[in-house]
């Protein structure tokens, strides 16, 4: 089974909303690598506890961490970038590992443009194909399945957007298929939605990185591009999931 830990960038409002770009990372690794990349993603916390005085308790949370950062103000905010970009050559370098990213840009959406949905949809449905299809790196089984561990979100809204598409999902036609749509009822993705405390998942807080780190590429603080930290997302090249949009050269799914 494979496992997918979401989290997300900028918001999903329209109108006053204050960011342009809506980003949603999937992480994914199968159970049987799980325990391998808690073991490797620990001794990354230790390593940066006994370089930067990072404790193992405390949040990854690269926006708040930049920002906002509360009790880590302890540590200059030079060392909590490069903390962040330690934490991308961990994830890059860890074999059975791939990411799932979704750009929704709100400039020029109608106002009824259901930005949740369409981002959530786009991203269930890429998870879904990925596994069907056998793409992920490490154990490769014919029955496989999926489960979501989403941060804190729209828990009502999202279990009702998954329980919809696997009812009825329709999915635009490619162009070998003429024109309309196909009903691509989800099969491989069980259960509701699990969520999780960022506060207490490194998993989460991983997926929280590649959201944080693909937003500043596409719109980067003015600290971020002073630093050249909006080249830091393309160090998750390894473990991009190309699977996810071929035509795009980081496999993005844009919106």
């Given at each position: 089974?494979?496992?997918m830990?979401?989290d997300?960038s900028?918001?999903a409002g329209?109108?006053a909303?204050?960011t342009?770009y809506?980003v949603?990372s999937g992480?994914?690794?199968h159970e049987?690598?799980?325990?391998?990349?808690i073991?490797e993603?620990?001794a990354?916390?230790?390593?940066?506890?006994a370089r930067?005085?990072?404790?193992?308790?405390?949040e990854?949370?690269?926006?708040?961490m930049?920002?906002?950062?509360?009790?880590?103000?302890r540590?200059?905010?030079?060392?909590?970038?490069e903390i962040?970009?330690l934490?991308?050559?961990v994830?890059?370098?860890f074999p059975?590992?791939?990411?799932?990213?979704?750009?929704?840009d709100?400039q020029?959406?109608?106002?009824d443009?259901?930005?949740?949905?369409?981002?959530?949809?786009?991203?269930?449905?890429r998870f879904?194909?990925?596994?069907?299809a056998r793409?992920?790196p490490?154990p490769r089984y014919?029955?496989?399945?999926?489960?979501?561990?989403p941060?804190?979100?729209d828990q009502?809204k999202l279990?009702?957007?998954?329980?919809r598409m696997?009812?009825y999902?329709?999915?635009a036609?490619?162009a070998q298929?003429?024109?309309g749509?196909?009903?691509?009822?989800?099969?491989?993705?069980i259960?509701?939605?699990?969520?999780?405390?960022?506060?207490t998942?490194?998993?989460i807080?991983?997926?929280?990185?590649?959201a944080?780190?693909l937003?500043q590429?596409?719109?980067p603080?003015?600290y971020m591009?002073?630093k050249?930290?909006?080249?830091?997302?393309?160090r998750?090249?390894?473990?991009l999931?190309?699977?996810?949009?071929p035509?795009?050269p980081?496999?993005?799914?844009r919106l």
């Open positions: 089974m494979y496992l830990y979401v997300e900028g918001d329209l109108g909303s204050p342009r809506f949603l992480l994914v690794v049987l690598r799980w325990k391998a990349l073991e993603l620990i990354f916390r230790r390593d940066i506890k930067f005085g990072f404790k193992l308790r405390e990854i949370h690269a926006g708040k930049l920002n906002s950062p509360g009790e880590l103000v540590i200059p905010k030079h060392q909590r970038l962040l970009r934490y991308a050559d994830l890059a370098g059975d590992l791939a990411v799932i990213n979704i750009v929704v709100k020029g959406k109608a106002s443009y259901p930005v949740f949905d369409r981002a959530w949809q786009a991203l269930v449905q879904e194909n990925t596994i069907s793409n992920f490490g014919a029955d496989e399945r999926g489960m979501l561990f941060d804190a979100t009502k279990n009702q957007l998954l329980r696997r009812s999902n329709p999915v036609n490619q298929h003429g024109p749509y196909r009903n691509l009822q989800l099969r491989t993705i259960e509701d939605a699990n969520f999780r405390n960022s506060e998942s490194y998993l807080q991983s997926a929280d990185l590649c944080f780190l937003y590429q596409l719109a603080s003015a591009r002073k050249s930290g909006q080249n830091y997302f393309n998750l090249e390894p473990i999931c190309r699977h996810a949009s035509r795009d980081h496999g993005i799914v």
